[in-house]
């Protein structure tokens, strides 16, 4: 329903993290190709799309995969996903090493880390992706840890997805609201005190309701302080209806920008099954535009591949846990999808 499930909390993304801050992993700047177990993922023209491609992702390493079992097939369909930067969702363990590793394979290839948070206590009102910090001082120190980590290299962070939506709509028991307004407050001045840090904190989907809802929400979240907010992230809303969206909510947010996620909205959302339910694994989808900074509106920053393409929703129509590798559902979003 609101399209966040499926944040790709994965104990491995630690390791994953900690992997590049050690070996120093870089995939090259100006297109150079780094190999990763054959699947020789490169980076994108930087002028029109900046963000780091992870050669190490779950993409690639599936690539890796049909490659060597001899599927070029198939191999050449998840290259549409593993060769496009998409979003590195921070986990709950090591936030700082998990945010320095990032940013410095991304510095290292001349590129910028796109970074999600999704970490607030009670995140996702009980549903696939629930969990977040313990408390208050918890999260605090977690986005510390992020801060502490980015340092002063190039980040783009996607704040608390569904976080503010959660307080609108009554999803988030009254007792916790106060806190989460002060901790999403807190978030993004720490972020902004960076040198090289955009911050865009989530504002729902062209779906769920009206701007005239959500706006004063995010004015007290402080989205003032920040450079924008994010729409549709994990969602299906086409990329029309989403600028339709976001113009419609920065005309009462002081004309802030706004980044979208394009990553699977290329058929718009699915409609044929349980309206509580067409979030989560929907099938028929495909990849929506790719990652960029030339966009069709001004106020529009970049879109964005904020939820990974092929990975799980949740454990709905046969998927894997939240955030889980999904690879027949990866192929299904990549075929038709054009190269």
Same mark, same amino acid.
């Given at each position: ?15 994953? %993290? ?9 995939? %090259?700047?100006?297109?150079?190709? !780094? ?39 198939? !191999? ?219 966009? !069709? ?43």
């Amino acid at each position: 329903m609101y399209g966040m499930r499926g944040a790709g909390m994965k104990a491995s993304a630690a390791a994953l %993290g900690a992997a590049l801050l050690v070996a120093g992993c870089s995939s %090259g700047g100006g297109g150079d190709k !780094a190999k990763d177990a054959g699947a020789q993922i490169t980076q994108q023209p930087k002028d029109s799309d900046p963000f780091w491609v992870n050669p190490d992702g779950n993409a690639a390493r599936q690539v890796a995969s049909y490659a060597k079992s001899g599927k070029d097939s198939d !191999a050449e369909q998840i290259r549409k996903i593993a060769e496009q930067p998409t979003g590195e969702w921070i986990g709950p363990e090591n936030p700082e090493q998990e945010a320095q590793g990032f940013t410095e394979a991304a510095d290292k290839a001349g590129r910028t880390a796109l970074l999600v948070l999704y970490d607030i206590p009670h995140r996702d009102c009980g549903q696939y992706s629930q969990g977040g910090a313990a408390d208050g001082n918890a999260y605090r120190a977690w986005i510390d840890g992020v801060a502490a980590g980015i340092g002063n290299r190039a980040a783009m962070v996607i704040l608390e997805p569904d976080a503010v939506l959660h307080l609108v709509d009554g999803c988030t028991q009254a007792q916790f609201q106060e806190e989460r307004y002060s901790l999403l407050n807190y978030a993004i001045t720490k972020l902004k005190s960076l040198g090289s840090t955009k911050v865009y904190l989530d504002a729902g989907n062209a779906g769920w309701g009206h701007p005239d809802q959500i706006f004063q929400p995010l004015q007290r979240a402080g989205v003032a302080q920040a450079d924008g907010f994010s729409v549709n992230v994990s969602n299906f809303y086409s990329t029309k209806d989403s600028i339709a969206y976001g113009k419609q909510l920065s005309a009462k947010v002081g004309n802030k920008h706004f980044v979208i996620d394009t990553s699977r909205n290329g058929n718009g959302p699915y409609t044929a099954g349980k309206a509580d339910e067409n979030w989560c694994n929907p099938p028929g989808r495909k990849l929506g535009e790719s990652p960029t900074t030339k966009t !069709a509106d001004p106020l529009v920053d970049a879109y964005l591949w904020v939820k990974r393409p092929g990975e799980s929703d949740g454990t709905c129509k046969g998927g894997p846990q939240a955030g889980n590798w999904w690879p027949t559902y990866a192929l299904k979003l990549a075929e038709g999808s054009p190269s």
